[in-house]
């Protein structure tokens, strides 16, 4: 989608997104009441998920202990940030509820967007990705990492993922691409059709036993295209038993504003940052919601509402919604001002950049092995 002030495609994002439009625009519904156990998590509970289609599959498959999927992908293109966070909770989240996860390493989709050759990208997806999602709390058990370039050791399984991409390509049209993507590329097409494939072959006989998989696609708003055309495919395509639902998610903002890109070393904060790193990021970048002056902070108070510190504590570092609440009441009073508000955000991030840091240095080799490459 485009408009004057933003524009959002799964290549790109740009300027001020207009989540509501975006709603309209895409044919999302916004998300109601949910169950406890998801209102229980903060990034449902803030709203950080704002939208679905058909999650009702999977919050009937919860309540009545049936078995349900949830796939991802991750594009391995650069540092891991506090942005990708977002969807690797998710990860585990729903892990949890008892969920079998897939992840896909989009290797082939950057080689042939980005340029980027396939060892560079399995180098990224294992030191910057996986690791951290181990460290995040990601179990092995009933979870598949894999290469799009190199699906399983399984050669059953393996044929059956790469003869679903084939035979999916009869389902769509070039007009289709158009009028999903715009501009479209033969590499972008070939990427798509393998994107529909990682969303759609958990549902084949050899992956599954159940009659009717459901399967929940948490993604960011951006990369709804995909998720319309896997799903416009997968009704034509009757071979596979797979139910799509997806969640979306608003974008964790850059330190100036705008989506926080792995491109732009000073637009993120790092799962790698060191203490005074992050601290220098956001003393230096972080746009502030504050006065210019601290006589008229104090006088007309600040708009927590665009100041990006805020926005992290409300996203992902500051669980206790009483505390939230009055940080967000005394920045707006002027009580308290945007030097002390980034010193608090600085201390919760590096109390949790701290502890997880640990956990991530502590993980060998064979732990990686333990999710990539025993299939």
């Known amino acids: 989608m485009k408009d004057k002030e933003f524009s959002v495609s799964p290549w790109e994002v740009s300027g001020e997104v207009d989540y509501d439009k975006l709603i309209k625009e895409f044919g999302v519904q916004k998300l109601e009441k949910l169950p406890k156990v998801f209102e229980d998590n903060i990034l449902f509970r803030r709203k950080l998920i704002f939208a ?20 991802t992908g991750l594009m391995p293109s650069g540092k891991f940030h506090i942005g990708h966070m977002v969807v690797a909770l998710q990860m585990i989240f729903y892990q949890k ?24 990208s399995r180098e990224i997806a294992i030191e910057e990705y996986i690791k951290n999602y181990i460290a995040l709390g990601l179990k092995p058990k009933n979870c598949e990492i894999y290469f799009q370039s190199a699906r399983s050791k399984d050669a059953e399984k393996s044929n059956a993922y790469y003869r679903l991409q084939n035979l999916l390509a ?10 999903v993507y715009g501009e ?20 084949l006989k050899e992956f599954t036993k159940e009659k009717e998989l459901p399967v929940i ?9 995909h998720i319309r055309l896997a799903r416009d495919i997968s009704k034509r395509f009757k071979e596979t038993n797979l139910q799509i639902s997806s969640t979306y998610n608003r974008f964790i903002p850059g330190l100036s504003g705008g989506k926080m890109s792995s491109s732009e070393e000073n637009s993120y904060i790092a799962l790698t940052d060191k203490p005074e790193e992050v601290k220098r990021k956001i003393n230096k970048y972080a746009f502030s ?17 665009i100041d990006v510190s805020f926005q992290y504590l409300r996203d992902l570092f500051e669980p206790d919604d009483k505390k939230l609440d009055k940080i967000y009441k005394d920045y707006k009073s002027g009580k308290l001002t945007s030097g002390e508000l980034k010193n608090y955000t600085i201390d919760k991030i590096n109390t949790f950049l701290k ?9 060998t080799k064979k732990d990686v092995e333990g999710f990539v490459y025993k299939r």
């Open 184 to 203: 479209i590329t033969p590499g972008k097409m070939i990427s798509s059709l393998l994107q529909a494939s990682d969303m759609l072959h958990p549902g």
């Open 52 to 71: 679905h289609r058909d999650i009702q599959r999977i919050l009937e498959a919860i309540k009545n202990k049936k078995k349900f999927a949830m796939v």
């Open 217 to 225: 696609v948490p993604v960011g708003v951006d990369q709804d295209p």
């Open 355 to 363: 502890e997880h840091q640990k956990r991530r240095e502590n993980i």
């Open 97 to 120: 509820l008892g969920a079998k996860i897939y992840i896909a390493v989009a290797d082939v989709e950057t080689y042939n967007t980005r340029n980027q050759d396939l060892e560079k």
């Open 170 to 179: 009869r389902r769509v049209t070039f007009n289709e691409f158009k009028a």
């Open 289 to 305: 919601g504050g006065r210019d002056t601290l006589e008229e902070h104090r006088k007309h108070g600040g708009n927590p509402d």
